[in-house]
Structure formats: structure tokens, C-alpha cells
């Protein structure tokens, strides 16, 4: 696993995107599709997190961004997340781009 440097230290978007990619090499640890993904604020603030669980899950939405959008719509109180960043290790499929979109990001 990369060395994961302190947000001080390096390149935001650098270093949320080490993160995604911590997520998924936990979730490909796991015998799931190793995708990862993080969402955070204008400010750089972590908001959400997510991985692939659909094996887990048993649940064929369980993909990372899903997870992620679910998890920061409940920290935040509304599913509405402009102004939020999300980063992923992998293209979203449709569905997945389209609960994006939805969400404002």
C-alpha cells in the first residue's frame, strides 16, 4: 500500500484521491470489484466515504460512489451535494453517473 502523506503535505486532490484508492484495495482485499470512492466539501473537509460491498451486501448497488452518495447525503442532511468533490478510482457505469448527476456534484 502507498505511503498516504498528510493533506499539509501534498496536493489535495492528490491526497483524496490516495484515499479512493486505500478504499478500493480494501474492497478488492474483500473479493469485491476494488473501487473506491470520497467525497468532500469546498473546504476540504472528508464528508463521506465508500467501497464496493455488492458481494458483501448481496445487493447489486452496492457500488462505491452509491455508498459514498448515500452516506454524505445522511451526514449532511440532504441529498442535494453541490459544491462537493467526489473522487473514484474508476469510471462510474451509468447507474452510478446517474445518482451523480442527481446529486448535484
Known sequence: MPEILPLSETDPHDFWMQQAIALAEQAGAADEVPVGAVIVSAENELIATGENRRQRDHDP?????IIALRRAGQR????YLTG?????TLEPCP???GAIVQARI
Open 61 to 65: 448497488t452496492a457500488h462505491a460512489e
Open 84 to 88: 462537493c468533490r467526489l473522487y473514484v
Open 95 to 97: 447507474m452510478c453517473a
Open 76 to 79: 449532511l442532511g440532504t441529498w
